[in-house]
């Protein structure tokens, strides 16, 4: 034998640890409770994505026609002036009449430009959204008004809240705090290990391909218990338990919230159709004044500030109007994402 004796040897070496208290699935089950609270989370991000592209495209229509009815508004101050000369000259208004009726229509033109830059600004941000650059959103303004919003059926909110993306999130986040603190305590269990080596050992190379002299194997228990980092073990353990209570008030206040934003959107569905079906009335009246109202105005008749402030009246209630009817539009939206829906 060689002096030193060598020690030559291949082989694999491996460790297995007996899930005796099932730690290894419970940490196994959090994890997947953990993953699976992440995917219901960027479902909540989606649907949130989506509700805000829908709402921000009925805001773009809105726009679309609150321009409509200025540039209808600039044409009517463009006649009203005109008479209002037309008086001047034949000695039936004043020179007062007709700066009131050239300042409307200035401040009516730059209504015009003010709205044209809100829809510049809302289709740049309707294309941030799509992560595009920015193009004109293709749409048809001309229906928008005669949008019916879509009956919304909720039943039960509470049995619906469970379709909401950020409850199935915080739902799993409390299993996976739960399971967490049951890992944790095992860890104060003793633990049992097996390992196993297989392979080639010689005191010389040449030696180590001669079988089955030189084959090596081995095969060893270990049975473990926390004894000198038992105090870590403690502190992951009640910081565990502190999670699991923290992920409990998350989800309390999760579906506390949820319920009470179904409820306000239900009773904000009601109340903002009557508000819509009274506004129509009321724009409709104004409207039917104005011809009334100029043709006194002609007819000597009338006070151009009646005929003014009659046609700003309209003007007002028209615009009310339309914002209204994106509310109508808005509050379904909501309401769907309130419910769940949206992301699938």
Same mark, same amino acid.
């Given at each position: 034998?060689?002096?030193?004796?060598?020690?030559?040897?291949?082989?694999?070496?491996?460790?297995?640890?007996?899930?005796?208290?099932?730690?290894?699935?419970?940490?196994?089950?959090?994890?997947?409770?953990?993953?699976?609270?992440?995917?219901?989370?960027?479902?909540?991000?989606?649907?949130?994505?989506?509700?805000?592209?829908?709402?921000?495209?009925?805001?773009?229509?809105?726009?679309?026609?609150?321009?409509?009815?200025?540039?209808?508004?600039?044409?009517?101050?463009?006649?009203?002036?005109?008479?209002?000369?037309?008086? +001047?000259?034949?000695?039936?208004?004043?020179?007062?009449?007709?700066?009131?009726?050239?300042?409307?229509?200035?401040?009516?033109?730059?209504?015009?430009?003010?709205?044209?830059?809100?829809?510049?600004?809302?289709?740049?941000?309707?294309?941030?959204?799509?992560?595009?650059?920015?193009?004109?959103?293709?749409?048809? +303004?001309?229906?928008?008004?005669?949008?019916?919003?879509?009956?919304?059926?909720?039943?039960?909110?509470?049995?619906?809240?469970?379709?909401?993306?950020?409850?199935?999130?915080?739902?799993?986040?409390?299993?996976?705090?739960?399971?967490?603190?049951?890992?944790?305590?095992?860890?104060?269990?003793?633990?049992?290990?097996?390992?196993?080596?297989?392979?080639?050992?010689?005191?010389?190379?040449?030696?180590?391909?001669?079988?089955?002299?030189?084959?090596?194997?081995?095969?060893?228990?270990?049975?473990?218990?926390?004894?000198?980092?038992?105090?870590?073990?403690?502190?992951?353990?009640?910081?565990?338990?502190?999670?699991?209570?923290?992920?409990?008030?998350?989800?309390?206040?999760?579906?506390?919230?949820?319920?009470?934003?179904?409820?306000?959107?239900?009773? +904000?569905?009601?109340?903002?159709?009557?508000?819509?079906?009274?506004?129509?009335?009321?724009?409709?009246?104004?409207?039917?004044?104005?011809?009334?109202?100029?043709?006194?105005?002609?007819?000597?008749?009338?006070?151009?500030?009646?005929?003014?402030?009659?046609?700003?009246?309209?003007?007002?209630?028209?615009?009310?109007?339309?914002?209204?009817?994106?509310?109508?539009?808005?509050?379904?939206?909501?309401?769907?994402?309130?419910?769940?829906?949206?992301?699938?």
């Amino acid at each position: 034998m060689p002096d030193p004796l060598g020690n030559f040897g291949a082989g694999i070496s491996t460790d297995w640890e007996v899930d005796i208290w099932h730690k290894l699935r419970t940490e196994k089950e959090s994890a997947v409770a953990h993953y699976l609270s992440t995917v219901e989370g960027k479902n909540f991000v989606l649907s949130s994505l989506i509700s805000e592209v829908a709402d921000n495209y009925y805001e773009l229509l809105a726009l679309d026609n609150q321009l409509d009815i200025v540039d209808q508004y600039i044409d009517l101050q463009k006649k009203a002036l005109e008479v209002s000369k037309i008086q +001047k000259q034949a000695m039936a208004a004043t020179e007062l009449a007709v700066k009131k009726f050239e300042a409307e229509l200035s401040k009516a033109q730059a209504m015009e430009f003010d709205l044209r830059q809100q829809i510049t600004e809302k289709e740049n941000q309707i294309n941030a959204f799509l992560g595009r650059y920015p193009q004109p959103i293709v749409r048809n +303004k001309s229906a928008f008004m005669s949008i019916v919003p879509q009956t919304v059926y909720t039943g039960i909110p509470s049995e619906l809240l469970t379709n909401r993306p950020d409850i199935k999130e915080a739902e799993l986040e409390l299993k996976a705090a739960q399971l967490d603190v049951q890992a944790a305590r095992k860890e104060f269990y003793p633990s049992l290990s097996i390992s196993a080596t297989l392979g080639l050992e010689a005191f010389k190379p040449t030696y180590l391909l001669k079988m089955p002299e030189s084959l090596a194997y081995g095969l060893a228990a270990d049975l473990a218990g926390p004894l000198i980092n038992k105090t870590a073990i403690q502190a992951n353990f009640h910081t565990a338990d502190a999670k699991q209570i923290q992920a409990l008030y998350e989800y309390d206040k999760t579906i506390l919230n949820a319920y009470m934003e179904v409820t306000n959107q239900m009773s +904000k569905i009601k109340n903002i159709d009557q508000y819509y079906q009274f506004k129509a009335k009321e724009a409709k009246s104004l409207d039917e004044s104005i011809g009334i109202a100029n043709q006194l105005f002609r007819n000597s008749r009338a006070d151009y500030l009646e005929v003014l402030m009659n046609q700003r009246d309209a003007l007002d209630a028209k615009m009310e109007l339309v914002e209204a009817k994106e509310k109508q539009l808005s509050t379904v939206v909501t309401i769907y994402k309130s419910l769940g829906g949206g992301w699938k």
